[in-house]
């Protein structure tokens, strides 16, 4: 199971925040939410993939414990370093890159 998990993490941290990007964008230009509203939901919905990954470990390697039985593979607990911090690097980038526009953007009465 853990070797389909880290793909699909991998993929999701890069997906997820460009797909979160042009919508909450789109909801601060058209006026839905306000600018700082924009920003907290971008990065709150571009940490889901982030915070989702390292729950499922977590639960794997308390499990493990639990049950004496293992869970996860050196490779799979070797990745989480690279996944954990790349996905930080993307959200911290992603956070900054979309406050600026937003807070650059036309609409100046929200």
Do not use: H, Q
Not at 44 to 69: C, K, Q, R
Not at 77 to 93: D, E, F, P, T, Y
């Amino acid at each position: 199971m853990d070797t389909m998990l880290v793909p699909v993490a991998a993929i999701s941290m890069l997906i997820v925040p460009v797909a979160c990007f042009v919508w909450k964008f789109n909801d601060v230009r058209s006026g839905l939410v306000s600018r700082i509203g924009g920003i907290g939901r971008y990065a709150a919905w571009s940490a889901t993939p982030l915070l989702a990954y390292v729950a499922i470990l977590f639960s794997f390697v308390g499990a493990e414990e639990l049950f004496n039985v293992s869970l996860v593979s050196e490779g799979y607990a070797r990745s989480v370093v690279v996944l954990g911090g790349g996905g930080l690097v993307i959200l911290a980038v992603g956070t900054v890159v979309f406050s600026i526009l937003v807070m650059s953007s036309g609409n100046k009465d929200t």
